[in-house]
């Protein structure tokens, strides 16, 4: 069973740093899709970098570009988002997700394995 539980998350003064950790467990597969979305208070759930492990591709929403970097640990089983000069939008909830089939969207809808989440909170 798949497993993913997100740490790191808290409060940060716009302009400031918080990395994001997400541990996975029960992945059979060697190759898979696995990323970041956020989603804030009335607004839609929305991707913010995903990578696929087999190659090591990565894409990044445009908000996160040259902000926010996407990585993975040594032992494969967590992924970090490395979140540099915060924002007050930035302010949401983080998710982190994993989708198994061979072609995935950008869209939640097609990840099928979520964390709890972790809350981000940038002020001003």
């Known amino acids: 069973q798949v497993q993913l539980e997100e740490s790191g998350g808290g409060s940060v003064q716009a302009g400031g740093s918080l990395t994001l950790s997400c541990a996975a467990s029960?992945?059979?597969?060697?190759?898979?899709?696995i990323g970041w979305f956020r989603q804030a208070p009335g607004k839609e759930r929305e991707l913010i970098t995903r990578?696929?492990?087999?190659?090591?591709?990565?894409l990044y929403a445009d908000s996160a570009k040259g902000r926010f970097t996407i990585t993975r640990g040594s032992a494969k089983n967590t992924l970090y988002l490395q979140m540099n000069n915060l924002k007050v939008e930035d302010t949401a909830m983080y998710y982190c997700?994993?989708?198994?089939?061979?072609?995935?969207?950008?869209?939640?809808?097609?990840?099928?394995?979520w964390g709890q989440g972790t809350q981000v909170t940038v002020s001003s």
């Open positions: 029960g992945v059979s597969y060697r190759d898979y899709y």
């Open positions: 997700a994993a989708c198994l089939r061979i072609s995935c969207s950008l869209k939640s809808g097609d990840f099928g394995y």
């Open positions: 990578t696929y492990t087999g190659t090591g591709a990565t």
